[in-house]
């Protein structure tokens, strides 16, 4: 190693530490986004379900999805009923990071079980498989 060459060294490591702490920043954000996903689907489900089920009880099904909604940490876009078929859209935002706002939005739909079960001959569907 020559005079001139010394600290050479220091500076290739500075630049591969402030390449891995960029590097590590971004698997974060993204990784947060991922879960921001999963979380407003997640809510979205289980939205449209509340929705669905308070329409048979003969309750307002887009105010229970709303109060679903809220209780997980996502905003309810639009809740359309169909008589007891639900379709919701869930929206959560995530603040602001590197000047970016993040927000994803999810739809889902939902309807009763004897929705889907064909009725047998002569009684009612009865729901179970």
């Not at 920043?25 to 991922?34: E, I, K, M, N």
């Not at 379900?49 to 996502?74: H, K």
């Not at 869930?90 to 004897?114: C, H, I, L, M, Y």
């Amino acid at each position: 190693m020559t005079r001139g060459e010394r600290g050479a060294v220091t500076v290739h490591a500075a630049t591969i530490a402030t390449l891995l702490v960029i590097a590590a920043l971004v698997v974060v954000q993204v990784a947060g986004l991922v879960r921001m996903r999963h979380r407003v689907a997640a809510a979205a489900d289980l939205a449209a379900l509340a929705a669905s089920q308070a329409s048979v009880a003969g309750e307002d099904g887009c105010s229970a999805a709303r109060a679903i909604a809220r209780r997980n940490d996502a905003e309810l876009v639009s809740c359309r009923m169909d008589y007891d078929v639900a379709t919701v859209t869930a929206r959560a935002e995530r603040p602001p990071w590197w000047g970016v706002a993040w927000s994803t939005e999810q739809k889902a739909r939902a309807a009763p079980d004897f929705y889907l079960d064909p009725a047998p001959a002569g009684g009612p569907a009865t729901g179970a498989r």
